[in-house]
């Protein structure tokens, strides 16, 4: 028969052993947390300079456009539709920025941040075990 003081120890263990594990998956939530937030950072850095050095090649395009447009319908004319192509261009992407700005980035942040998930509910072939 175990006495009160091994009853005691061991809980005085157990607790010890649950306080550390909830220190710790504090501390994986955390760097998983951080993780994804450098993931995302990251990916909004390429898209940014992306975007930046598109913009610097369309911009010399459509001038080097306008100067191949000039002698023939003159450089007002000429760069009036370059203009107009920048007012198409702003339209398309306002009109259609949710499906070609909004939808694809929030598709690859959820599919970012629900990866693990998806990986832990996968047994070791690729088999969907039923865990919920």
Do not use: C, H
Request: aromatic share 12%; hydrophobic share 55%.
């Amino acid at each position: 028969m175990t006495n009160k003081s091994g009853y005691i120890s061991n809980f005085n263990q157990l607790f010890t052993d649950i306080k550390d594990y909830v220190k710790l998956q504090g501390d994986y939530v955390k760097i998983e947390f951080v993780e994804k937030i450098t993931k995302i950072l990251s990916l909004l850095l390429f898209i940014l300079i992306v975007v930046v050095l598109a913009m610097g090649l369309l911009f010399y395009l459509l001038f080097s456009l306008a100067y191949i447009l000039a002698p023939t319908v003159g450089f007002v004319i000429s760069f009036g539709i370059i203009a107009a192509i920048y007012l198409v261009l702003l339209a398309v992407v306002l009109i259609f920025r949710r499906s070609l700005i909004v939808n694809p980035l929030l598709r690859l942040i959820v599919a970012m941040f629900y990866e693990e998930a998806k990986d832990e509910n996968e047994g070791k072939d690729g088999i969907k075990t039923d865990n919920g």
